[in-house]
T-cell receptor, first 111, second 115 residues
Framework: QQQVKQSPQSLIVQKGGISIINCAYE??????FPWYQQFPGKGPALLIA?????SEKKEGRFTISFNKSAKQFSLHIMDSQPGDSATYFCAARNQGGKLIFGQGTELSVKP | NAGVMQNPRHLVRRRGQEARLRCSPMKGHSHVYWYRQLPEEGLKFMVY????????ESGMPKERFSAEFPKEGPSILRIQQVVRGDSAAYFCASSPRTSGSYEQFFGPGTRLTVL
């Protein structure tokens, strides 16, 4: 299966809180899992990415947790800020190189 | 370093006209991917090209759509006889190579409106 399922569709978090977005996949041949951030009218920007042989990766306030056995991965945004308000997409790369995207999560961080 | 460049940023066409979307990859990148984003939806893969070769076009509609990445110049996504359902944002991404370096960097997109 070439699908990636993402939840929730939308998320409201208070400033300083933790934002958590989840993704699940079925194809065990996926070999790379990036997260993209997209602001209205802009292209997706690569935020952070992980390979399946690693269980966690942290870059600043952004952390990916990866559970290979459950075929799930999640993005945690610590100390969420109003400037983090955007749409976030998880993706999975198949061995042919193309990215399969989740449906997106619209994050709103309230001041 | 210039990022991925796309032009035009906005394109308006009437039904039946042709749309040509251009993508210049990042310097040193020889792999180009095209994705389409319909309103309120995620990005869907369309086609993957290397210089002068189409590697994977499994996401391209069978008719009216074509893509190329010539030896010289930008990659072109061409939509013939556009219909209203073609209205979307079209994004190009580039990558240095598929194995060992997986990152795909996206351009700002071309927003196509079909009247």
């Amino acid at each position: 299966q070439q699908q990636v399922k993402q939840s929730p569709q939308s998320l409201i978090v208070q400033k300083g809180g933790i934002s958590i977005i989840n993704c699940a996949y079925e194809n065990t041949a996926f070999d790379y899992f990036p997260w993209y951030q997209q602001f209205p009218g802009k292209g997706p920007a690569l935020l952070i990415a992980i390979r399946p042989d690693v269980s966690e990766k942290k870059e600043g306030r952004f952390t990916i947790s990866f559970n290979k056995s459950a075929k799930q991965f999640s993005l945690h945004i610590m100390d969420s800020q109003p400037g983090d308000s955007a749409t976030y997409f998880c993706a999975a790369r198949n061995q042919g190189g193309k990215l399969i995207f989740g449906q997106g999560t619209e994050l709103s961080v309230k001041p | 370093n210039a990022g991925v460049m796309q032009n035009p940023r906005h394109l308006v066409r009437r039904r039946g006209q042709e749309a040509r979307l251009r993508c210049s990859p990042m310097k040193g990148h020889s792999h180009v991917y095209w994705y389409r984003q319909l309103p309120e939806e995620g990005l869907k893969f369309m086609v993957y090209l290397q210089k002068e070769n189409i590697i994977d076009e499994s996401g391209m509609p069978k008719e009216r759509f074509s893509a190329e990445f010539p030896k010289e110049g930008p990659s072109i996504l061409r939509i013939q006889q556009v219909v209203r359902g073609d209205s979307a944002a079209y994004f190009c991404a580039s990558s240095p190579r598929t194995s060992g370096s997986y990152e795909q960097f996206f351009g700002p997109g071309t927003r196509l409106t079909v009247l």
